[in-house]
């Protein structure tokens, strides 16, 4: 395809997301969706570039983002992958490493975790056949402490690996100091609050390694897609090689000899000279996301800022909006942090005159899109029957999650006159009770 030809492709593309009409916000007909992906003409123009290259495999924008999405937090490297959940299985996985020596975790150790959350964040620890240990959360910020994290400590405690909940960083300075104390790993599954800050810095930067999720209900897209960022470039090395197949080559797709020593390794058993390109040094994985899915999510970076101002504004409006109103209890950041909200939590309260699920029906036949936090107390899922895991503590704020809390969204795509009508139908229903 000639540049001209490309050009004119690409003028379409543009003219054809101009006249695209947004549908006018109808108040109890127009979905208020939790999430969602907000994409504007930039995005469309990236990925059908890419599509009209035919990028279809790895490629230049997904390495192009990856730096730059590591620049935007100020550490060394950042690997695309196919999803947060891949991110979370690369980062604790990477851990396991042999390349790590007395370092690596072994099977039978213990990782310290939430109960309450996603089960992506956990999965990796089972998978790995090392032994999770829950602690609870604090209702309202929904976060574990630093304080539940040290009373979890045992002789056999390896790792931490926790979420910042629905954007709300948890105590990452604290809990990167007791990991330091202890000469343990720290994963901050970041996958809900890229944007977010704890004391003045990101999210995503106090621990060995952090992930994200590009899945289109996250702060950015690329469809389906995650990423995992370090510092170290040991750590960096592991995660590209586990991503890769467990090769021990870094070479880029489509190039060779990128370390001059092609055919010169020794390695195993292998005979000297064997081609590094297919040396594995570790038992690993294909992760790896397309170009289409670089192009996309590098335009979307673009636009970070923007979506966290609204996302702010807009748990703002519920917040204030919401205030006060009896059998509630709203959301709080944690103290010193600046969240770049996912989701608007509630808890109804467990003595209020109406039920969590009441209220939550009420929201969706107005078309008030509503979640639960995840899997809430993940232990008393099926899945996890019959897993060896311990438990620090009671769980008795996981269970009241489970029962009594849902969150409404504040993604870019809610608008003013949607959070307005959100809050008046909450405090419709409420004062019904009075
Ligand atoms: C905290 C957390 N971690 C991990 C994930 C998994 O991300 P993905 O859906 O991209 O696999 C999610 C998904 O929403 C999540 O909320």
Not at 222 to 232: A, F, P, Q
Not at 233 to 244: G, K, Y
Not at 332 to 361: H, N
Request: hydrophobic residues 40%; glycine residues 10%; contains cysteine.
């Amino acid at each position: 395809m000639t540049p001209d030809a490309k050009a004119r492709v690409l003028e379409q593309v543009r003219t054809f997301h101009r006249e695209r009409q947004q549908p006018a916000f109808v108040p109890g007909e127009t979905p208020i969706l939790p999430s969602g992906a907000v994409l504007d003409e930039e995005d469309r123009v990236a990925l059908v570039e890419a599509a009209l290259d035919m990028r279809i495999a790895a490629g230049p924008s997904a390495r192009r983002f990856e730096r730059e999405f590591a620049r935007h937090f100020g550490l060394r490297k950042a690997h695309m992958v196919n999803s947060g959940s891949s991110a979370n299985l690369l980062a604790l996985t990477a851990l396991t490493s042999p390349k790590l020596g007395d370092r690596r975790l072994r099977p039978g150790d213990e990782v310290i975790t939430v109960a309450g959350g996603f089960p992506s964040t956990v999965n990796p620890i089972v998978q790995n056949g090392l032994v999770p240990v829950f602690v609870d959360l604090e209702l309202g910020t929904y976060n574990a402490t630093a304080d539940h994290v040290a009373a979890a400590l045992s002789g056999r405690t390896r790792a931490i690996m926790m979420a910042h909940t629905l954007g709300n960083p948890f105590q990452a300075e604290e809990i990167a100091q007791i990991a330091a104390e202890h000469d343990l790993f720290f994963i901050e599954d970041n996958c809900d609050a890229v944007g977010s800050t704890y004391r003045g810095r990101p999210a995503g930067t106090f621990g060995d390694l952090s992930t994200v999720s590009f899945y289109p209900a996250h702060h950015i897209t690329s469809g389906e897609g995650g990423c995992v960022l370090t510092g170290n470039l040991e750590l960096a090395r592991i995660v590209e090689s586990l991503r890769d197949w467990g090769r021990d080559c870094w070479c880029e797709p489509g190039t060779d000899n990128t370390c001059l020593k092609r055919f010169d390794y020794q390695m195993g058993s292998l005979p000297k000279g064997y081609d590094h390109k297919y040396i594995f040094s570790h038992v690993g994985y294909n992760l790896k996301a397309t170009d289409l899915q670089g192009s996309l999510v590098l335009s979307q970076l673009r636009k970070l800022p923007e979506f966290g101002r609204i996302r702010r504004r807009n748990w703002t409006a519920l917040r204030s909006g919401l205030d006060g109103l009896p059998g509630l209890l709203l959301p709080e950041p944690t103290p010193g942090s600046d969240p770049s909200w996912f989701g608007f939590l509630i808890t109804v309260r467990p003595d209020a005159p109406f039920a969590c699920a009441d209220l939550v029906a009420f929201l969706e036949d107005r078309r008030i899109g509503t979640r639960r936090l995840f899997g809430g107390n993940l232990v008393r899922h099926p899945a996890y029957e019959g897993v060896p895991y311990r438990v620090s503590g009671e769980l008795t704020n996981s269970d009241t999650v489970t029962e009594h809390t849902f969150w409404i969204g504040v993604y870019p795509g809610i608008t003013p006159e949607m959070t307005d009508y959100m809050v008046a139908s909450i405090k419709e229903f409420v004062v019904r009770y009075r």
